[in-house]
């Protein structure tokens, strides 16, 4: 059964700082990449951070240096720790596979950075 479950948004200041969290299912956590994407009003999904099987990590130019991703294989659980953030970062956060693997999405967790 496929799952992909995200929490740890909220609202923040400017500046402040959140870390998300997503449990995966084996199925996706074991076989793929994982990534972190984020869908604001308006605009379409974008992907934000990647971690690899041997833990590699690339980043969005918009939040290279803020933002770090990170994994634990024993939990099948990816993490996204957010810092320095600007109103800008303000979306629905997801966490999936690099690339996803079917159409399916999580709930995703709302981010909304604004003073």
């Known amino acids: 059964q496929v799952q992909l479950v995200e929490s740890g948004g909220g609202l923040v200041q400017p500046g402040g700082s959140l870390k998300l969290s997503c449990v995966a299912s084996?199925?996706?956590?074991?076989?793929?990449?994982m990534g972190w994407y984020r869908q604001a009003p308006g605009k379409q999904r974008e992907l934000v951070a990647v971690?690899?099987?041997?833990?590699?990590?690339n980043y969005a130019d918009s939040v290279k240096g803020r933002f770090t991703i990170s994994k634990d294989n024993a939990k099948s659980m990816v993490y996204l720790q957010m810092n320095s953030l600007k109103p800008e970062d303000t979306a629905v956060y997801y966490c999936?596979?690099?690339?996803?693997?079917?159409?399916?999405w999580g709930q995703g967790t709302q981010v909304t950075v604004s003073s």
């Open positions: 084996r199925s996706i956590f074991s076989n793929y990449a």
């Open positions: 971690i690899f099987s041997g833990g590699f990590t």
């Open positions: 999936n596979g690099r690339p996803p693997p079917s159409d399916y």
